[in-house]
């Protein structure tokens, strides 16, 4: 006979497990149904919460992204797409293209599409969770936990697919979370795991060009504020970049997230040392205590220095997540003090 585990043991795995399960996608009534080609219709319906963030930036919509595909949701990455218009991606290896030229966002029918790597033997490549995008050639990055790979997808060409060596040793599970590209050709990428050697800093590269074409990057540190993670990064037109930052707390029956934006500026990277920003924007009460780990700047079709700042939450395919899409409005130049 097992010897039962002590009362106060059983209470803590009961606790991690719950947690555990709140978490799992699938889990909870989330199991994906039909296939990878079903077409996928998807709903963008208008949320009017606006408490629980606070910051420099002016929240101006929210809306919650909804479809009966058995495989949407997951959306841990996003970039700005051409003119008014925004590509998202997911966890489930998806791409989502959104048309904001209107009043709302809409997602362009048909666009929801599969770009996972399949034909592998030991195991699917699925795990997508940054997106970059040349404004000039339409040319798709995708970042790729597990194997910490970066695909290049080019209008007209092949795909192609690469891992940068200095990427190689990043953690399973925690890796090239943030992907930007920055003007002139540069790519910055940032893991979401903490070094391990140091858990205050996270291991970042700044490539010259395509990291697929053999660039050397320069090898550098991110340190966010204590106990938030990198999840992705934007440019802003001035050359400065917004690095979307996530802390979780488990608790019962799911797990609650405390976002912040920060901004810092490329031109102070160096090899070898460490590189920090400032937080300007929380999310952190009501529905936006939520899993936001996508986020793009999309500028004014006026002026090119204002803009959008957008937002996406991964809902973790669990009933008790969404998937939001919100707009802040960025004024065309840095907040002067930090958010609260």
Do not use: C
């Amino acid at each position: 006979m097992t010897a039962k585990a002590p009362r106060g043991r059983r209470w803590r795995l009961a606790l991690i497990a719950g947690v555990v399960l709140a978490l799992a996608p699938g889990t909870f009534l989330r199991t994906p149904i039909g296939t990878r080609t079903d077409r996928a219709e998807v709903t963008v319906t208008p949320r009017p919460e606006r408490t629980g963030v606070s910051g420099e930036l002016q929240l101006t919509g929210v809306w919650e992204l909804t479809s009966p595909h058995g495989w949407f949701g997951g959306f841990s990455a996003l970039a700005a797409g051409e003119g008014q218009a925004l590509v998202a991606g997911t966890d489930r290896g998806f791409l989502l293209d959104l048309d904001l030229a209107g009043p709302a966002p809409r997602a362009v029918p048909g666009s929801y599409r599969f770009v996972g790597i399949t034909n592998r033997k030991r195991e699917e490549i699925v795990d997508l969770e940054s997106l970059a995008r040349d404004p000039a050639t339409g040319t798709l990055w995708t970042g790729f936990e597990g194997e910490n790979l970066v695909m290049r997808l080019a209008p007209g060409a092949p795909r192609r697919e690469w891992i940068p060596p200095a990427m190689k040793e990043w953690s399973y599970n925690s890796g090239p979370e943030a992907m930007t590209r920055l003007a002139g050709g540069r790519f910055l990428v940032i893991a979401e795991g903490a070094r391990r050697d140091n858990d205050a800093l996270h291991q970042a590269l700044l490539f010259p060009g395509d990291p697929l074409e053999g660039n050397a990057p320069i090898a550098f540190d991110f340190a966010p504020p204590a106990g938030f993670d990198p999840v992705d990064a934007t440019q802003l037109p001035d050359g400065r970049v917004l690095i979307l930052l996530r802390r979780v707390a488990y608790t019962i029956p799911a797990a609650t997230f405390d976002t912040a934006i920060a901004i810092a500026d490329p031109a102070e990277i160096r090899a070898g040392a460490t590189w920090r920003g400032r937080v300007i924007e929380r999310m952190e009460g009501g529905i936006f205590a939520d899993n936001f780990e996508g986020i793009a700047f999309v500028a004014s079709a006026d002026d090119p220095k204002r803009g959008a700042v957008w937002l996406i939450t991964d809902d973790n395919f669990s009933v008790f997540q969404r998937s939001l899409l919100i707009r802040l409005g960025w004024p065309g130049e840095a907040p002067t003090k930090p958010a609260p």
